[in-house]
């Protein structure tokens, strides 16, 4: 990771739209978008596709996106954003769920593969695969056989519970996200979660 880092720019929460996936595990990255648009009072705006919520703070302005699109085609929302504002992909992070870590973990890098995960796949088949991502443990299902199934399945209260808490605590510190200040974050996060 270089040493000199920018400030987050756009914020990316992987999901499929429609109210029959809202409460499955694969929505983790659009339950961690929900926690950041509640808690600071964001005003959502409509594109063709895609919701993209401009949020003016201290440090500048980072834009938390929402694709309309479902899991594998997120790359072509997140690409129009980038190259719309010129972003650099150094300043752009991902929040999805992940199947390597336990409900209530939360882990955050830089580039890297998808680990099968459909969202990832298609943001790297349209952007390359060098930005952040936050990934939000949601478990692996005992059966390997089970695993397209699980992830669009809801957590049990426990799981969720563990889930919305790492969200929390990311969301406590997302500052120094917003700050460019990507190392103290993680640090921050993988010592909390």
Known sequence: MSKKQTNLKVLVGLGNPGITYLHHRHNAGYWFLDEIIN??????????????????????????????AFMN?????VSQVVNFYKVDQSSLCVVYDDMDYLPGVARMKKSGGSGGHNGIKSIHAHLGK??????????RPKDA?????????????????????????????????????????IEKIHTLT
């Open 130 to 139: 060098e930005f952040y991502r936050l990934r939000l443990g949601v478990g």
């Open 39 to 68: 808690r600071f009072g964001l005003t959502k705006k409509e594109r063709p596709g895609y919701f993209i919520y401009p949020w003016n703070h201290d440090f500048g302005k980072t834009y938390i996106v929402r694709s309309k």
């Open 73 to 77: 085609e997120s790359g072509i929302a």
């Open 145 to 185: 056989g089970a695993v397209k199934r699980y992830v669009l399945t809801r957590p049990d209260a426990e799981e969720m519970h563990a889930i919305k808490q790492s969200i929390a605590v990311a969301v406590d510190h997302i500052e120094l996200l917003l700050e460019g200040r990507y190392d103290s974050f």
